[in-house]
Every structure is written in structure tokens, then in C-alpha cells.
């Protein structure tokens, strides 16, 4: 089986509450990861939610970056998708939780798009 | 455990390729299948890759859909990701798959945001 995408999903505690309602600062740091991690930024989407938390993401040539922040928990849902081999996921996952200044995450790669090997394309 | 949230990670096959290539199509689906299961809609980005394909994403109050597409495999990555007991993640996952025309869809459920209840609040 050959898979197209590496999906890591991120449970990320104990955070600086602050960082996480910063909606500025997210935007900043998952930007950042994506492009340390040698992604191509495409799209950026952040909202900011009242009374607390933010929800943002980026869309990137090789998937997408997303956070969904909790504030008042100290915890972030993070997600990175990628496709290809060019670029890491857990690059990217690991400088958002460093930057959130996480004292503890629980991590976990998904393998997406699985096909028996060779992929046959369509012509459509 | 309690769980801030619910994430349905769809693959999803077998699909129409003139509609997975369709940028419009693609996000008329997400945003109305996101409202189809009662979410509110936040933010949409939506990005057409040349030479095929389409990734894009729903930020919803209760979270976020992202979607990204190879026409070429008539294949899907689809997630909905929701917290708060209102809407039903595969609600969405559902429709998306059948307006898709998708013949196959391995699909699994995830927690997000397991903590102990009940949950203490950080004053900050």
C-alpha cells in the first residue's frame, strides 16, 4: 500500500493561555511552521472567537496547517497534512508546540489516501 | 475522560473526477454540507492547483471541514472536526461523500481534547 498524505494530529497542553487568544500571534507561528518546514503557503484563514480562543488556518501546495486554541484549558488541537516527501509534518507540529510553550503533547501520524501500489490515474 | 471534541477523518473513493476538480462545486459542497449538520460558518478558503485538484476549508464555530481532492485517483481527503454536542460531524462527512458521487469511504472518528472531568479553567 502507497499513501499520499502524512496526517499528524496533536493534542497540545498546557500552553501559554495568552499566546493561544492571540489571534495575531497563531496566524505567526503556523505560518512560520509551515514555511520551516519547507511547505508553499497558498491560503491563510484565522478567526477570533469571543470570549476566548482561535481558529485558524493555512492552506499549503502540500495540504493544510490548521489550530483550534482553548484558551482557557491551555490546549491546542493541532493538525498538519502533508503530501509528498519533500516536507515533514512533525517539523511543523513540533515548532507550533515549542512556540505555544507546551509543557506536554500527545501526538500521532495517519497515514491518508492509501492505494495499492501502482496508482492507476484516471482520464477524465 | 471527556473530550472537547469529535474528528472524522474521511477517505474517500471512487468519486466523480469533474467534481473533485471543480473549485466552485467543491466549496459550495463543504459550506452547504457544514450547514446541512447545523454548524455556523466562520471563514472559507479555497485554493485550484494546477493541474488538477483543489484543497480548501470551512472554519465553523465548532471547529473546521477541510477538503483536498486528486481528480486523477477520483479521490478525496476529507475532515470534519467539531466540539460541543450540536452538530454531528458525520452529518457533513455524509453529504460531502455523496455529493462527491463517492462508490467507497473508509472513515474513522477521533477524540480531540481528552482531559480528565471535569476540566479546571486557568484564570488568565
Redo the contacts between chains.
Keep these: 500500500m502507497k499513501n ?2 502524512r ?1 499528524v ?1 496533536a ?1 497540545v497542553y498546557d500552553c501559554d ?2 499566546i493561544l ?1 492571540d489571534a495575531e500571534e497563531i496566524e505567526e507561528i503556523l505560518v512560520k511552521a509551515a514555511l520551516e518546514a519547507g511547505a508553499e503557503v ?6 477570533k ?1 469571543s470570549p476566548q480562543g482561535v ?3 493555512v ?1 499549503i ?1 502540500e ?2 496547517l ?1 489550530i ?1 486554541t ?6 491546542a ?1 493541532v ?1 498538519v ?1 502533508t ?1 509528498g516527501e519533500r516536507v515533514n509534518p512533525w517539523d511543523a507540529c513540533n515548532y507550533i508546540a515549542d512556540k505555544l510553550c507546551a509543557k506536554h503533547m ?1 501526538a500521532t501520524e ?1 497515514k ?4 495499492d501500489a501502482p ?4 482520464n ?1
Design positions: 499520499l498524505g496526517h494530529l493534542e493561555p495568552n487568544n497558498r491560503e491563510v484563514a484565522f478567526h472567537f481558529s485558524g488556518v492552506i501546495s495540504s493544510h490548521t483550534h482553548w484558551p482557557e484549558f491551555g490546549y488541537a493538525d497534512f503530501c500527545d495517519i491518508r489516501g492509501l492505494f496508482v492507476k490515474a484516471i477524465f
